[in-house]
């Protein structure tokens, strides 16, 4: 089944034109809790990964405890984020040569890990020959919430607009007219009508705190948004713009409950980073190694 955000419930760049040429198109994934193969687009899924290929672990061999959690020693194999084929997602950037991107990190990610930038590869599927049967399995001491659950994806493009990225100038512009909506609306512009939340690629970060932008250590430009990995989909605020129609209750407009209770749209990969935050990772695409940087935040 097919995921659709709803249409904006104003037009953002007739009533803002100064947002006009800061629109940045992204890929919304929803993914949604399932089975997925090698062969398929994922988060959190098993990879097409070269069998005669070792798989990867973390640079650093000590992970200190966290939250009251005993250090690690050792080896800590990295684990599945995101996988994409062009085929399901041919808006992205694909490098020449490549149809397959696969993003991996370490678990610790969050706080505990001295070389935690994560391994972000693209492949051509044609070249990857016998596929591994299955990845390591990752240490046992690995918090859960830093490891995305199984889920296939269903891809949709969509337009972001910044909210923490706006210029500041074009912010006190505007700040009039966004409160004036928002007074005659209920329409807060940060929740409602600028950047989709969730695990997206491209447009703009769905900062919790402060933008941070890296720059990249080889030409010393800003390097660009490759993905977002949010630990909702959407909160109660941002859930009237972002909760996608087909998993909305026709009667409340709220997402439908399944048989248990759950409610699969709202944190179907399982991640929670620090209070409901994300994590953010940069890749400079104009350096031949496409080199790689990350930030995690929360509230």
């Known amino acids: 089944m097919a995921r659709t955000t709803p249409q904006r419930r104003v037009d953002v760049e007739r009533l803002f034109p100064e947002l006009a040429p800061l629109r940045r198109d ?3 994934l929803h993914p949604r809790a399932g089975s997925p193969s090698p062969a ?6 098993p990879l097409l990964w070269p069998a005669d290929e070792p798989w990867p672990l973390c640079p650093s061999t000590s992970h200190p405890g966290h939250w009251g959690q005993p250090g690690t020693e050792g080896p800590v194999p990295l684990v599945p984020v995101v996988q994409i084929h062009r085929r399901d997602v041919p808006q992205l950037g694909f490098p020449a040569g490549t149809d397959l991107l696969q993003v991996l990190w370490c678990p610790f990610i969050v706080d505990s890990c001295p070389e935690p930038t994560p391994q972000v590869l693209w492949r051509s599927s044609d070249a990857v020959g016998p596929v591994l049967d299955t990845a ?4 046992a001491t690995a918090p859960g919430d830093s490891i995305p659950a199984p889920c296939v994806l269903h891809p949709e493009p969509v337009t972001d607009y910044p ?7 074009v912010s006190d512009a505007l700040s009039i007219r966004m409160q004036e909506l928002k007074a005659r609306t209920g329409l807060w512009y940060s929740y409602h009508l600028a950047e989709a939340p969730g695990i997206k690629l491209g447009g703009y970060p769905s900062w919790t705190q402060d933008p941070c932008w890296p720059d990249c250590p080889t030409c010393g430009r800003t390097m660009d948004h490759l993905l977002t990995v949010s630990s909702w989909e959407y909160d109660g605020v941002s859930g009237r713009t972002w909760l996608p129609l087909e998993d909305r209750d026709s009667e409340t407009g709220e997402e439908r409950r399944d048989t248990t209770g759950g409610r699969g749209a709202h944190s179907p990969a399982q991640v929670m980073f620090g209070d409901a935050g994300g994590v953010y990772i940069f890749e400079c695409g104009s350096c031949p190694d496409r080199p790689v940087d990350h930030h995690w935040d929360c509230s």
């Open 163 to 169: 909210s923490s990225d706006m210029p500041e100038e």
């Open 136 to 139: 390591p399995s990752t240490v």
């Open 26 to 28: 992204a890929i919304r």
């Open 40 to 45: 398929e687009s994922s988060v959190g899924g």
